[in-house]
């Protein structure tokens, strides 16, 4: 008898350290439901005092945290979600341009969080690789035409359920395409009117760009609604105690001076997460936090341990539940124009930093080169006495606007979408849209000294002292990468 108990001792002894190491989903360790938008401006977001109609977003914050200075490293969505799932900056995974992959050795979420009991799933929009790096269970992806919620609700439940069946934790990224243009969801256009919307400083009125104001905040309405559907998904299966409920809009919208930029409203992201009991009801984080932070604090709510080296970020779990300590003096961004349809080999490296308070923005190609991408390419052709065909897009519809009128502040935001500066310092507490460029103002040279000598010892850091010879290797290796 005794000898069969001894047998039984490894076994058991196997049995208690996983009991101990894996605990279920509850008190100790949540169950993880992270929503993502497609394109979609924070500053446009109902937490943030924005314009689009989002009750259960605005829901999730009164209930847990929402983030006010949560940066990205590039304003593009390929570099965005690899940065956001590995926790390491495209400095380190060379995931820079858009439609790029990370190198083979970078590891995700999937890495950290399977070694702790869980399930990790994808469903949507996926743009990340290679799979080695990024091996997710693979839900589907979800369409853009036409209204996915029920698809992606359909998916989501089953999943739930299932792995509630299991008795197994779960992190479940539920990736929308809702924000991205084209428009072409089933939202309700009738909620908003175009007319009465309010444009932002750095924007011209023109009828195409309240168009695609109004297609862009419908379709954010269109995200809301799947965030209130998976938080009733939750609790029809009991696990809204147990469930960190994780919302985040992406980077910037695609209309002028956002997306494609280092500007705040192209890296800038709408973050909230809400789990009863753990984070404070209504509170905001103004910290700086960087995306690679997001993973790193997954992982500490999960019970996991990061080693030295694991990622860029660190983890701002604290922050989450209420801490508001300075993590970062800074965030850094980055923008490759290649590789971006029609911009393939057009070379205009952009570096950032930004501390709480200022914005500088080097631009090492100004005198040589304009910056374009696929928003802009219809005004540039205008400029430059070209014919377009078709439809104007917002950008160009602003050129149409400033040559019949000729106003100044006309002529200075279309020289500004493609004529940027070499060095350009904004104060967002007086400038929020980051207008008025300092740099020559003896009042912030000391400003402009501290911010510079830091971004280029962190370009330094990572091998990028000379961005034009980084973004001309992009445009080698990479500049054959397919369309989105």
């Given at each position: ?23 279920c ?18 500053d ?32 593009m969505?390929a ?12 400095w ?15 590891k ?16 949507g ?21 036409g ?7 359909e ?19 539920v ?21 009465e ?20 905040l ?40 956002s ?7 192209g ?11 753990v ?22 709510a ?11 970020g ?6 989450f ?77 602003w ?16 020289e ?15 400038d929020p ?9 003896p ?17 330094e ?17 990479k500049?054959r990468?397919?369309?989105?």
């Amino acid at each position: 008898m005794i000898r069969q108990v001894l047998s039984l001792l490894p076994l058991l002894t196997v049995a208690i350290l996983t009991t101990q190491t894996l605990p279920c989903a509850g008190a100790d360790r949540p169950n993880i439901v992270l929503l993502i938008g497609d394109d979609i401006d924070r500053d446009t977001l109902g937490p943030w005092g924005g314009e689009a109609i989002t009750p259960h977003l605005d829901q999730l914050a009164a209930e847990g945290v929402k983030f006010n200075r949560c940066y990205a490293t590039v304003a593009m969505c390929a570099p965005f979600r690899q940065e956001l799932y590995s926790g390491r900056t495209p400095w380190r995974t060379g995931a820079m341009p858009n439609h790029s992959q990370s190198s083979p050795d970078t590891k995700s979420l999937p890495h950290y969080l399977k070694p702790l009991g869980y399930r990790v799933a994808l469903l949507g929009k996926g743009h990340v690789g290679p799979q080695q790096a990024y091996p997710f269970e693979k839900l589907g992806d979800i369409p853009k035409k036409g209204d996915a919620n029920p698809i992606a609700l359909e998916r989501a439940g089953k999943y739930i359920a299932e792995a509630k069946e299991a008795d197994e934790p779960f992190c479940l990224v539920v990736a929308s395409h809702d924000g991205h243009a084209p428009f072409h969801t089933h939202g309700d256009p009738s909620a908003y009117d175009a007319a009465e919307l309010t444009l932002p400083k750095d924007a011209l009125d023109t009828p195409e760009y309240r168009h695609n104001l109004l297609g862009n905040l419908v379709e954010a309405t269109h995200l809301d609604k799947l965030l209130g559907g998976l938080r009733k998904l939750i609790a029809d299966n009991g696990l809204t105690e147990d469930t960190l409920v994780i919302f985040c809009s992406e980077q910037g919208n695609q209309f002028p001076f956002s997306k494609w930029t280092c500007f705040d409203g192209g890296l800038a992201s709408g973050l909230v997460a809400a789990w009863p009991g753990v984070i404070p009801a209504g509170i905001e984080s103004s910290p700086i936090l960087w995306l690679s932070d997001i993973a790193p604090s997954l992982v500490e709510a999960a019970g996991g341990e990061s080693n030295a080296g694991d990622f860029d970020g660190q983890s701002q779990w604290a922050n989450f539940k209420g801490a508001n300590e300075k993590v970062h003096d800074f965030s850094y961004g980055a923008f490759s124009n290649c590789n971006i349809i029609d911009n393939r080999e057009r070379v205009f490296p952009v570096r950032s930093i930004r501390d709480e308070r200022y914005t500088l923005i080097w631009c090492p190609k100004a005198d040589v080169e304009v910056t374009s991408n696929v928003t802009l390419t219809q005004a540039l052709q205008l400029l430059d006495g070209e014919e377009v065909k078709g439809e104007l897009d917002p950008a160009a519809s602003w050129v149409v606007k400033m040559r019949k009128e000729g106003r100044p502040f006309q002529k200075q935001l279309v020289e500004r979408l493609h004529h940027r500066p070499e060095w350009a310092l904004y104060d967002r507490e007086s400038d929020p849209r980051e207008l008025t460029n300092l740099v020559g103002n003896p009042e912030y040279a000391e400003v402009q000294e501290q911010l510079q000598g830091a971004l280029e010892a962190w370009l330094e850091r990572w091998g990028d002292s000379d961005p034009v010879k980084t973004e001309t290797g992009f445009v080698k290796s990479k500049g054959r990468d397919k369309k989105k």
